[in-house]
């Protein structure tokens, strides 16, 4: 190969990666394409549902939708950089409670909730406790009773620090006023194989990471933080039903700066409304063991709110 | 039973589009992986998505084949420029440019492929025979295990990548040093980064590797074609490609390099960047002609890169096996399975064996491809090493800048290249070894929380690392090393040469 070939490659490769489309000649909101930050790495549930939306966007928008991930700081440095972006609706996050309802109210970080407006949440997973087929317990009562009887000795495999994990299980243990011992694992993909590989007896995680396991049964199924039982795990209760009332949704949603004109918040909104109902796009998260529960700006919006006031009280109570 | 599935399977072979795909990311791997900067994970991560609409047997085939050829077109630049395309190159540069530095560029290249080849033909045998209880060992592997693991890896990279044992461990400390920059993995609280929020998630890997290795390169021959004149630094170029004898004489070395990237690479978090290392080092410690190591040794070649290629078959094992990838790349072909509808996890090959078995035979088939796609290619590769340098170096400037902002759009990145560049020339001037920096780089978010979560299991005392029967042998090896090194460094007079220097 000549290195003039490799050249206009990498060239291509660039532009494919970086460079914005002509402008459209519409004269309003948008006239250009619109960047779609995962604040998270590759492979993750976010970068995965990133994905699927990315492509099918065009038709919803009049303008193509880019991809852009930029991870680290458990995803604070994308959400940072969004918050500090033009507030032009052209740059969009997105978001979870993790890193827009609950850190920024009980970290330092470089942004607050109210940085953000929300414009749509596109579905949810509730977090589904899980036990190692041969720990010692195998239903909720079973494992509070030996959280009890041995209190700090129940280890369990944890995502990240205030991670969606994180917060069940302390909503868990201050519920039933237990005593276990979280392992920090930085993700589900190494969270799940401590705990497959004997490290630790329990853990909490989204239905795709953990149902095949649940299935295949080398985990067992312990309870869902949802108000029903979650359709792909008909086997698993929900807390509720079990009498511990741990209800947290983790959702997966779009947000933009705060100071985004309200007509392109609405625009926005409509966009993924009309984008959620895709078949290409219904068939493809459907693959990947997702679905669709879709809020406009106003509910979203009341919801964040609602939750933000639940974390902050949860945890001003830990402390 | 494999044998009847692959038998199912190979009648995906017998779809042409299936075949085209592979081979269409065979040759964009081999390019991607070629230009220092563009990573397979990003190519992957970029293409993924389009690959949802097309049938599993095209998408799939056509992602694992970009995989295959990033890995081993990262070697092609090492060799021919001294700058390794990925970070898992790094250790194939250090024999294959002082090999291309003699004229025997074509050798060099050669060994190369061959060595990528059978590696990547053994690892995929692994995959395809002991898939299973090759995954049940290495999700056994508890956090005391790879803390172990990890130091063991640092202290082997210090060992053998150097002139001196302690110049490799300075590189070594440097690089745990500025790994520690940005978010601390398990509180979240932000490290050494005075206040600069693009510094929050830590020094980008990639642009610094760029400028450190390729761009401090320039630095260096521009200062010396500053003094001399161009026509005298063409080297005559030797059009011999390697022998039979070579290769027979190599294999041993290939096949034991394999063994470690098979397993390396099915150990989830340990990637090729790792397994090269180990691999070279093994090679060095077992060669009949260490002293050779460094100074142009097909051996050292042959046991880097299949020390790299034999990790890509070994890491769909976790992948598919236990739905767990072991690094970035298999994170982001699990998503690419997902989104095919197949789900990776224990009950993955009840669910789709036939339609695995036909990705494996597509691995095979794209093997036989690489070796004669490489065969054609080197012809022509190895005439870079003979473009003036006026015209080469200028270009692959423009590349450095492209890439290093493609990581991750962001301008930041060039400033962390620049300073790479800068700490390159030094380090090269100063005959401090580049390589163990920069993996020391990779490997230390991964020693930290490996180390931080032991340490929580047993409530802070170090005991667990010797009362883990896998961390104790390996901390047993780790100090035989260490004393080992130490003694050599006491006894020997010092080496005087160094491969790092252009």
Known sequence: ?319 | MPVEAIAHGLAVLADPMALAAAFLGLAAGIVVGALPGLTATMAVAVLAPFTFFMDATVGIPFLLGIYKGAIYGGSIPAITINTPGTAAAAATAIDGAALARQGLGRKALEMSLVASVVADLLATLVLIFVAAPLASVAIGFGSPDFTMLYLFALVMIAGVSGSSAAKGAFAVALGVLLACVGFDPMSGASRLTFGVIDLWGGISLVPLLIGMFALSEILVQAERLGREKLAQVRVEMSAAGITRGEVRGAMPTILRSSGIGAFLGALPGLGAEVSCWLAYGMAKRRSRDPAQYGKGSLEGVAAAEAGNNAVCPAALIPMMVFGIPGDTITAVLLGAFMAQGLLPGPLLFEQHGPVLYGFFAILLVTNAMLLVFGLGAIRYLRHITAIPPGVLYPSVIALCFAGAFAVNNAVFDWWIMLAGALLGYAMRKADVPIPPLVIAMLLTPGLENSLRQSLTLSDGSLLIFVTEPISATLLAVVAGIVGFLGWRSLSTPRPSENQQGA
């Open chain 1, 1 to 319: 190969m000549t290195m003039r070939s490799t050249t206009s490659l990498a060239i291509g490769a660039v532009l494919m990666l970086g460079a914005p489309a002509p402008l459209a000649m519409a004269a309003e909101f948008p006239e250009k394409p619109i960047t779609f930050v995962t604040p998270y790495p590759p492979g993750g549930s976010h970068s995965l549902h990133a994905g699927i939306i990315t492509t099918v966007a065009e038709p919803y928008f009049g303008q193509p939708m880019i991809s852009v991930i930029r991870s680290g700081g458990g995803g604070a440095v994308g959400a940072t950089e969004v918050s500090k972006s033009g507030a032009d609706g052209y740059t969009v996050l997105f978001g979870d409670p993790t890193i827009n309802s609950l850190r920024p109210q009980v970290e330092d970080l470089p942004y607050t909730t109210e940085d953000f407006i929300p414009v749509a949440r596109i579905n949810y997973s509730p977090a589904v406790f899980v036990a190692r087929a041969d720990a010692p317990f195998d239903d909720l009562a079973s494992m509070i009773a030996y959280a009890k009887e041995n209190p700090g000795d129940l280890v369990y495999s944890n995502d990240n620090v205030n991670g969606f994990t994180y917060t069940v299980f302390e909503l868990l243990k201050m519920n039933t006023d237990t005593d276990m011992k979280g392992i920090v694992y930085g993700g589900g993909g190494p969270a799940v194989q401590k705990l497959l590989g004997g490290e630790t007896m329990a853990y909490a995680g989204a239905p795709s990471v953990v149902g095949e396991h649940i299935k295949a049964g080398t985990l067992t199924g312990i309870c869902t933080t949802d108000f029903e039982r979650w359709e792909s795990l008909p086997d698993v209760p929900t807390c509720g039903e079990l009498g511990e009332e741990i209800i947290f949704h983790f959702w997966r949603g779009v947000l933009v700066p705060a100071g985004t004109p309200d007509d392109v918040v609405a625009k926005l909104s409509a966009g993924f409304e009309e984008l959620v109902k895709d078949e290409g796009f219904l068939r493809l998260i459907g693959r990947i063991n997702s679905r669709v529960d879709f809020l406009g700006a106003e509910a979203f919006g009341a919801l964040m709110a609602e939750e933000q006031a639940q974390l902050k009280a949860v945890y001003d109570n830990l402390n």
